[in-house]
């Protein structure tokens, strides 16, 4: 298996603006949560917080193309070279 180079890390992360609940929205569920009787838009907003909350951390469709090309690179042994003049 071939190991990945530092400069091609950003290519592999996880897409973070999707799996990742902010601070201030964590504050806003535990306010919710603690609320005894809450309205019908309190409670959607509830169960949209708690599931942005408990969801995995997803690849970018480009993360996924990425480790696709790396993973036929690393099976044929085909890398695709760029070769200058200079």
Not at 6 to 29: C, F, N, Y
């Amino acid at each position: 298996m071939k190991l990945f180079r530092a400069s091609e890390l950003g290519h592999i992360m996880a897409d973070e603006r999707s799996a990742v609940i902010t601070p201030t929205q964590l504050k806003e569920l535990n306010v919710l949560l603690e609320k005894i009787k809450l309205t019908d838009k309190q409670a959607v907003r509830r169960d949209e917080l708690i599931a942005k909350r408990d969801a995995p951390p997803v690849l970018s469709q480009g993360a996924k193309t990425y480790i696709q090309k790396k993973a036929i690179e690393d099976k044929y042994g085909f890398t695709k070279d760029i070769e200058y003049r200079y």
